[in-house]
């Protein structure tokens, strides 16, 4: 019986050294696409998820929220999902864009409850004048970013800043159908200027992304590689 109750406790360790990590909820890395939609569909998050094909081989997920999404603080999240393989390997929250004066003081909470639940911090949390000019190097049509990576035993979660510079719209000229598109465009552009702090505001939008720990290697390299070109373009400014 002993003999017996040993190789038990031996099965059940191997299994549970074998397991995929916890993601995200329940999301555990390694499941298959049905798996996956099935448990978001649980989610009262989460209105209907539909499972993308190309040419019969799955491709993505996309996946419709409710309103509200996944709140977070003042942020309202989506969820989004990559798969490697048709396994499940990245779970990413993404909120919406907001004005540049609310996203450190958010980010500061963000912050302090991720490291919490996930101790190990890569790199420092920015100051906020860190945070500042990672904006200012941001223009209508390139963004700027800054990440922070936290981790525990099982996975990483990469916490990202992204910002971006809103310039007004143009007309152009044209049909009454235009400038009537063109007048709508501009009311709600001045409506978020005042907002934001004025003409040719920032933005800043959240993400973190959930992976696990064979998968982070990988990202990594993109996330270097990012940081190197986002710094050599700064550079070449400065």
């Avoid at 995929?20 to 996956?36: C, F, I, K, T």
């Avoid at 049909?175 to 709600?188: E, F, Q, V, W």
Wanted: charged content about 25%; hydrophobic content about 40%; glycine content about 4%.
């Amino acid at each position: 019986m002993f003999r017996v109750f040993i190789t038990f406790c031996a099965l059940a360790l191997s299994q549970s050294a074998n397991a995929e990590p916890v993601l995200w909820r329940s999301l555990a890395a390694g499941q298959s696409p049905d798996d996956v939609k099935m448990q978001l569909e649980a989610m009262p998050e989460v209105k209907r998820v539909k499972n993308v094909k190309k040419k019969g081989v799955f491709s993505k997920q996309d996946i419709n929220m409710n309103d509200g999404k996944v709140p977070i603080f003042e942020g309202h999240f989506a969820i989004e999902t990559a798969f490697k393989d048709e396994r499940l390997s990245r779970v990413v929250l993404t909120s919406g864009a907001g004005c540049l004066d609310d996203g450190y003081p958010f980010a500061e909470k963000m912050h302090e409850e991720l490291a919490r639940k996930y101790p190990i911090l890569e790199l420092p949390f920015p100051s906020a004048s860190e945070f500042t000019l990672r904006a200012l190097e941001s223009s209508e049509s390139r963004m700027s970013f800054i990440s922070r990576v936290y981790n525990n035993d099982e996975i990483y979660v990469i916490f990202r800043t992204s910002f971006v510079q809103v310039n007004p719209p143009v007309y152009y000229g044209g049909s009454a159908l235009a400038r009537s598109i063109y007048n709508i465009a501009r009311t709600s552009y001045d409506a978020s200027a005042r907002a934001c702090g004025g003409a040719f505001y920032r933005t800043a939008q959240f993400s973190l992304s959930y992976v696990s720990h064979s998968d982070w290697n990988e990202l990594k390299d993109a996330f270097e590689r990012e940081d190197a070109e986002e710094r050599e373009a700064a550079a070449e400014n400065i």
